[in-house]
Nanobody, 122 residues
């Protein structure tokens, strides 16, 4: 099983980034997918999740209206479009996979990637 995140980087406040997660080694369309983030000294925080078929999505309140999660089951990828970025969005962003339904708790995810760094300067 492998989850590989990409697309992180350094951006100014107000800018945009598009994160991607490429999955392999499991039946992708049987799994809900999620994005989490972890800032230095803080716990891993839920950001967004999407159901296996893409019909259900959930976001943490702090990113609603700015971030959008989507998936392509033909390419085994999940994407997080991040707009209007703020310095407080700075963190390592992780992609997770969960068998069955969506979840907002990190402990309920089965597989994780190694993360991609997002830094937003003020």
């Amino acid at each position: 099983v492998q989850l590989v995140e990409s697309g992180g980087g350094l951006v100014q406040a107000g800018g945009s980034l598009r994160l991607s997660c490429a999955a392999s080694g499991f039946r992708f369309d049987d799994y809900a997918m999620g994005w989490f983030r972890q800032a230095p000294g803080k716990e891993r925080e839920f950001v967004a999740t999407i159901s296996w078929g893409g019909e259900k999505m959930k976001y943490v309140d702090t990113v609603k209206g700015r971030f959008s999660i989507s998936r392509d089951n033909t390419k085994n990828t999940v994407t997080l479009q991040m707009n209007s970025l703020k310095p407080e969005d700075t963190a390592i962003y992780y992609c997770g996979a969960r068998r069955v339904g969506i979840a907002t708790m990190a402990g309920r995810y089965d597989y994780w990637g190694l993360g991609t760094q997002v830094t937003v300067s003020s």
